[in-house]
């Protein structure tokens, strides 16, 4: 938790204030911020409203508090994490809020404003990241030794599995059990370099086909929560991982079991 107190010649009031600034962190919690990041920015801008604030960041839920002067009853406002994948352009949008408002000297509404502009900010299309998603798998798989054969293979296995992911996402289904059949489906598809003996890595093929799926965006949050001192979202984001990569593990390993592929 971390306090800062202020005094600006500009009116706010410590209510508002608090619930744009829980909605605020809650949706940068949701599209993948750091603690340190969320704290920053929103203490940022309460600073700018002049306005007193704490702010405490849970693994689902945002608290955030505000004061005016040396008011002894602060506003507390809680707001749930906003659910949503990782949005890398999303999350520069929020943070460029932030300084927009410290720089500017924005007041309250304002940002309200560009806040719910932001909020409609449309994700990446899902035909241009499965594309984008293949391609990079391919690349990986070239990193580690793999020759053109087994790259066509994992960029095929990569958009079969990729797709089926979205699809299941769409349909809300549990991400558990979406990244388990993604990783059979790109597994079993992979395979195929084994059983027909295509190219000369088709074990290389096999390997990288699933790398796509490793989470590794919650895996570097968890460490930089862990350092900045924040170790209940640490560990909560490393055991999502975890569970993750141990669903995607369980489902290239019942590729290989049902394929009769060779473990070792």
Known sequence: MTRIATSSDRESSPAETAAFLADYASWLLGCGATCIRI??????????????????????HVYVSAWKGDDSRPQVVLRKKHRGAINFNLNARLSRLSWKVSDKKLDLPTAIKLFDRIKETRPTGKWET???????????????GGDLAAMIIVFLSTVAGFRLKQIMLEDKRDVRLTFLCASFFSASISAGGSIFDIGTTPEIALGTSVLYLIPGVPYINAVSDMLDGHYLCSFSRFADAVVLTACLSAGLCAGMFLLDLKWF
């Open 130 to 144: 499965l594309f984008l998603t293949s391609l990079a798998n391919a690349s990986f798989c070239r990193l580690f």
């Open 39 to 60: 704290e920053k920015n929103t203490l940022r801008m309460a600073r700018s409203f002049g306005i007193g604030a704490d702010i405490s960041i849970m693994p689902s």
